[in-house]
């Protein structure tokens, strides 16, 4: 779900690496030699979450983890925040701790406490607060280059939005944190967990799974995963509590959660539909990539498609206003078709619900951005550019997938893209071992249930993956 990139070597000069207070990341790095890098023996050189790399049992304390959901790195400070949804909170790194660490040597990617909790009282805590500084079920993170945390809480059907600047400047690490949310989405205010389900008020959410910010536009997108569909709030920056959506991406718009079984669906499986969407994210040029659960399958929406999409306001049978507008894909991921969705049998274009989405940008310079407008040509279509790299998280493969993004303006006929062209977490493109071999022993080369998210972080030049109870550390160098 997420800007990222990939990992994965170490370097036996490592310490030389990291310096204090500075982005760091692989210069002139191309998503092609990342691909590389990413092979079927690779092996984390770290974890959070845990005291060890083969172990993976859920806790409650400044180590352990209950679920890894998702984690999320500050982009100015480097600092880790990983959502432990289970036990209602997040668990803060300071750049500074983690960066000892790596001067102590990679062994120390293991049994490290964290150094601060948001949304409890401290480390041994874990009651849902239904306030403006509870985070409840939080399940995906994302922070932005203003230093806003964006926290999803799928149990409260709401979005908060925290603002980390000097939040820990004078505490003493080892304390939990309660801070007031400054905005909150799905909700009218910070009390409710209302009604999950809109009704075409276009306000509220119903187990919301995913977000992300497209700062290049100001857009901010969720995946509303009860009401099966993503929506967006243009103007992100300027937002209030519980403003309306200004669009969204799947069929029969806000009643598509099929109320009372008033509304009919009645729609068949194809390019528009989704039934268990899990992850979003959006790429340099601001096309939107889905993962769907149930259908196996990540669809590609163009930007141009979603934004210039006539908006026709209709009426319900529960005589309430809705938008009624159905966005086609452009591409799959995962399936041959539009009209399949088998999660078997396993091979290098397959998917088997796929739990999160990561990308890696094509071309990253010293300071961790992008370097857009280089056009190149895709079997005589002009395309796009940056060799753009997704990260699919396939859960019951027990695998991460690593795919080229092929470009916006598609060769003629042509909708589906695959095989991956490396995978990480099994020994094979047609193997699905859990902990990625055949005894299913706790290991740092592979990944047990629930694959929820990961996330490439420019700062470090690292991949962390959320998976189980841990959050695993590849390198790349």
């Known amino acids: ?40 023996s690779s092996v984390a050189v770290g974890v959070l979450g845990q005291v060890s790399l083969d172990v993976d049992l859920g806790g409650l304390s400044r180590i352990q983890l209950g679920v890894a959901a998702d984690i999320a790195v500050n982009p100015v400070t480097g600092d880790l925040y990983i959502a432990d949804s289970i036990n209602n909170r997040i668990l803060v790194y300071l750049s500074a701790t983690v960066q000892v660490a790596v001067q102590l040597g990679i062994t120390s990617f293991v049994n490290i406490p964290a150094d601060f909790v948001l949304g409890q009282t401290d480390f041994t805590s874990n009651a849902p607060l239904l306030t403006a500084q509870g985070i409840i079920n939080p399940v995906a993170l994302h922070i932005d280059v203003n230093q806003n945390l964006w926290v999803v809480c799928k149990s409260a059907n709401r979005v908060l939005k925290f603002n980390l600047l000097n939040l820990f400047v004078g505490l003493q690490v080892g304390v939990g944190i309660l801070v007031d949310a400054q905005l909150v ?29 497209d700062e290049a536009d100001d857009r901010l997108w969720v995946v509303d995963q009860g009401n099966k569909r993503a929506v967006f709030w243009n103007t992100a920056s300027g937002l209030t509590n519980g403003a309306t959506i200004s669009g969204f991406l799947g069929v029969n718009a806000y009643a598509s959660a099929n109320i009372l079984g008033l509304i009919s669906l009645n729609i068949n499986l194809d390019a528009r539909v989704f039934v268990m969407p899990t992850s979003i994210i959006v790429d340099a040029l601001g096309n939107v990539y889905i993962a769907d659960a149930v259908l196996n399958r990540v669809l590609r929406f163009n930007k141009a498609a979603y934004l210039e999409a006539a908006v026709n306001l209709d009426v319900n049978l529960l005589g309430l206003a809705q938008i009624d507008v159905c966005v086609v894909a452009d591409l799959v991921i995962g399936q041959p078709n539009f009209g399949s969705s088998s999660g078997s049998p396993v ?14 940008p094509g071309l990253l310079n010293t300071v961790g951005t992008l370097t857009a407008g280089v056009v190149q040509t895709v079997d005589g279509v002009v395309g796009t550019v940056l060799n753009d790299v997704i990260l699919i998280l396939d859960n019951l493969n027990h695998r991460l997938a690593l795919l080229n993004l092929l470009p916006t303006v598609l060769p003629p006929g042509l909708l589906s893209q695959g095989p991956a062209q490396a995978i990480l977490g099994q020994p094979s493109s047609t193997s699905s071992y859990p902990y990625g071999h055949s005894s299913g022993a706790v290991s740092p080369a592979g990944f047990g249930p629930n694959l929820n998210n990961a996330l490439f972080a420019p700062f470090y030049n690292w991949l962390f993956v959320c998976t189980g109870a841990r959050v695993l550390i590849f390198l790349c160098l």
Do not use: W, Y
């Open 1 to 40: 779900m997420k800007s990222l990139n990939l990992s994965l070597f170490l370097c036996l000069f490592f310490g030389a690496f990291m310096v204090m207070n500075q982005l760091h990341t692989c210069e002139g790095l191309i998503a092609n030699d990342v691909r590389k890098c990413l092979t079927n």
């Open 185 to 213: 989405l799905g909700q009218n205010n910070f009390l409710n967990i209302g009604v999950a389900i809109d009704l075409g008020l276009g306000v509220c959410l119903n187990a919301p799974v995913d977000v992300f910010l």
């Open 347 to 360: 091979t290098g274009s397959s998917l088997n619900q796929p739990m999160g989405l990561a990308l890696i």
